[in-house]
């Protein structure tokens, strides 16, 4: 599950988790309460729908990717690692 990163323009309308054809948005909290869209990248198809759809033009799918390449980063790869097994105790 990825957060859109650019919460500074996101309005949190909705309008995304509304078209979306394949149900893979839904709002989450952050730190403070406010709710912002969540992509759940292994049901996501590409279909651009969400971004024509967004009234704030958010290249969604590209922010999609740029938070999946940071995920694969080694430093991360091993920190995710790590809370895995932790959880596995
Ligand atoms: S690009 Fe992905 S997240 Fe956006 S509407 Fe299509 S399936 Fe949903
Ligand atoms: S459509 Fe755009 S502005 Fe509205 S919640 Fe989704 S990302 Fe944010």
């Known amino acids: 599950m990825i957060r ?7 309005s949190g309308c909705t309008a995304c988790v509304n078209v979306c054809p394949k149900g893979c948005i839904s709002m989450k909290p952050d ?8 992509v759940e ?6 279909c ?3 971004e024509r759809h ?7 799918r590209q922010e999609l990717k740029a938070v999946k390449k940071s995920l694969e980063n080694p430093v991360y790869r091993m920190a995710r690692w790590i809370i895995k097994r ?3 105790y």
């Open 4 to 10: 859109i990163l650019d919460k500074a323009k996101c």
């Open 31 to 38: 730190e403070e309460g406010f709710l912002y869209p969540h």
């Open 41 to 46: 990248q292994s049901e996501c198809v590409e």
């Open 48 to 50: 651009g729908k969400c």
């Open 54 to 60: 967004c009234p704030q033009h958010i290249p969604i």
């Open 86 to 88: 932790m959880k596995a």
